[in-house]
C-alpha cells in the first residue's frame, strides 16, 4: 500500500502554531490556578492549625485554673 505524504504549507504550520501557543496559554493557566488553590489550602491549614492550638491551649488553661 503506498504511503501519501501530505505537504505542510504555510496555513497549516501557521495553525500548527497558534494551536501550539494555545495550548501552552492554557496550562500556563492551569498552572497559576493550581498553584493558587495549594496557596490556600495552605493557609488555611496553617489558620486551623492556629485555631485548634490556640483552643487546646485555653481549655489546659482554663482545667488548670479549676483545680488551684
Known amino acids: 500500500m503506498p504511503v501519501m505524504l ?3 504549507n504555510d496555513d ?5 502554531e497558534a494551536k ?8 500556563r493557566d492551569l498552572r497559576q490556578d493550581t498553584k493558587a488553590g495549594f496557596e490556600r ?3 488555611t ?3 486551623a492549625a492556629v ?6 491551649l ?3 488553661a482554663t482545667a488548670m485554673a479549676t483545680q488551684l
Not at 485555631?51 to 487546646?56: D, H, P, R, V, Y
Open 12 to 16: 497549516k504550520m501557521d495553525a500548527l
Open 45 to 47: 491549614m496553617v489558620q
Open 6 to 8: 501530505e505537504r505542510w
Open 51 to 56: 485555631g485548634l492550638s490556640g483552643s487546646i
Open 20 to 27: 501550539v501557543e494555545r495550548i501552552e496559554v492554557e496550562l
Open 41 to 43: 489550602m495552605q493557609r
Open 58 to 60: 485555653v481549655a489546659f
